[in-house]
């Protein structure tokens, strides 16, 4: 591989006069990645077929390794962001809280789908999903709610079935 042309082909892959993060406008412009994509995570060819995640690349050419453990988090949320201003290393399990995660991008909601708030009274995280998936009480109250109605129906259910039962038996019997 020959250092310059990559160079000139990594940059000929960013426009830098990308959307201002929302929420952290401070941040300034994105520098959005227009090539190759994976899990919305820009990709290039480093040669040998080899293909690396474009934001780290920079990072890694710029700024040192990022050492095992640790990751890249994307201040601004958009993974094909390359501006290293938005980029922030920290440990795996920072970056997995903070939702960037594809598997749980939910934890950046602040809200249920039911629309409770994830705040600390309304929030706990099951044992069985790992204890780090949160949930919402309000909604686990709810179906509480209505796995206890649902019960209740069937015991009277099987009450009126019983009864009738003994009913036929004794008319069986007369
Ligand atoms: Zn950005
Ligand atoms: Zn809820």
């Not at 000139?8 to 406008?25: A, D, T």
């Not at 990751?71 to 795996?92: S, Y």
């Not at 600390?120 to 999903?129: G, H, L, Q």
């Not at 796995?147 to 209740?152: E, N, Q, S």
Request: charge should be positive; aromatic fraction near 10%.
């Amino acid at each position: 591989m020959r250092y310059g042309p990559f160079i000139e082909r990594f940059w000929s892959r960013v426009e830098k006069n990308g959307p201002v993060p929302e929420y952290r406008p401070e941040l300034g412009p994105c520098w959005i990645w227009i090539g190759t994509l994976r899990n919305g995570y820009g990709r290039i060819n480093i040669g040998g077929k080899k293909l690396v995640t474009a934001h780290r690349w920079l990072w890694e050419h710029k700024r040192g390794l990022v050492p095992k453990g640790f990751e890249l988090d994307h201040l601004c949320r958009v993974r094909r962001c390359v501006n290293l201003l938005h980029l922030e290393v920290v440990t795996a399990r920072t970056n997995w809280l903070r939702g960037s995660s594809p598997t749980l991008k939910n934890l950046s909601k602040t809200h249920c789908q039911k629309g409770h708030p994830y705040d600390e009274a309304n929030t706990y995280y099951p044992p069985d999903r790992g204890g780090r998936a949160r949930a919402c009480k309000e909604c686990a109250r709810e179906r509480g709610r209505q796995y206890k109605a649902r019960h209740h129906e069937r015991v009277i259910q099987a009450h009126r079935d019983y009864r009738k039962k003994q009913a036929q038996l004794r008319a069986h019997k007369s």
